[in-house]
């Protein structure tokens, strides 16, 4: 069963920083591009960044990119979201997901990021 | 990007009536990577559809979707009182994904 659970999440200061983490379980980590996405408050779901199997290839959210960054560590399975120069707008449930052609889309539980004064 | 267009915004029904969202690309969706998610407040997306039409597993089949290029659309044949949340499309097919803004389903 694939499992993705994030970790990292808090408060912080505008202008701060935050990591956040995603373990990855159920299947092979390596083989597949990951993503993460958010939500404010009382809105939609976003795309923030994703990145290919190796890393040579990332993407970005034009309102985020430049102060995150996305990494991962296919050894331990880990997905990370290094988060710099927080500010309010950045207030949301970040969750990493895995999609598939095969079974679809599979998400994280999310984890709660706050920044504010 | 592909933008992604729901509608109604949102819709307000009895229990046993049949739901019918909409969801239209702004152009075509390739192998009709589409996926439809319930969200209740609180929760994370839970994932219904995906590949347009096909049911994640434990779904009642009461819960369907088909469409393709760049309609999409999906049904709730016959609501039950849990069915009350917010649906989202979404497209995964290119590098970037995106969602639609959502439908609010209301039970009467």
């Known amino acids: 069963e694939v499992q993705l659970v994030e970790s990292g999440g808090g408060s912080v200061r505008p202008g701060e920083s935050l990591r956040l983490s995603c373990a990855a379980s159920?299947?092979?980590?390596?083989?597949?591009?990951m993503t993460w996405v958010r939500q404010a408050p009382g809105k939609g779901l976003e795309f923030v960044a994703n990145?290919?199997?190796?890393?040579?290839?990332?993407y970005y959210v034009d309102s985020v990119r430049g102060r995150f960054t996305i990494s991962r560590d296919n050894a331990k399975d880990l997905l990370f979201l290094q988060m710099n120069s927080l500010t309010a707008e950045d207030t949301a449930v970040y969750y990493c997901?895995?999609?598939?052609?095969?079974?679809?889309?599979?998400w994280g539980q999310g984890n709660l990021v706050t920044v504010s004064s | 990007e592909i933008v992604l267009t729901q509608s109604p915004g949102t819709l307000s029904l009895s229990p046993g009536e049949r739901a019918t969202l909409s969801c239209r690309a702004s152009?075509?969706?390739?192998?009709?990577?589409v996926a439809w998610y319930q969200q209740k407040p609180g929760q994370a997306p839970r994932l219904l559809i995906y590949?347009?039409?096909s049911r994640a597993p434990g779904i009642p089949d009461r819960f369907s979707g088909s469409g393709s290029g760049t309609d999409f659309t999906f049904t709730i044949s016959r609501l039950e009182p849990e069915d009350s949340a917010v649906y989202y499309c979404?497209?995964?097919?290119?590098?970037?994904?995106?969602f639609g803004q959502g439908t609010k389903v209301q039970i009467k």
């Open positions: 997901a895995r999609g598939s052609p095969i079974t679809g889309v599979s």
């Open positions: 979404h497209q995964y097919v290119s590098t970037v994904w995106t």
């Open positions: 152009e075509g969706v390739s192998g009709n990577y």
């Open positions: 590949g347009a039409s």
């Open positions: 159920g299947f092979a980590f390596r083989t597949y591009w």
């Open positions: 990145m290919d199997q190796d890393g040579s290839q990332r």
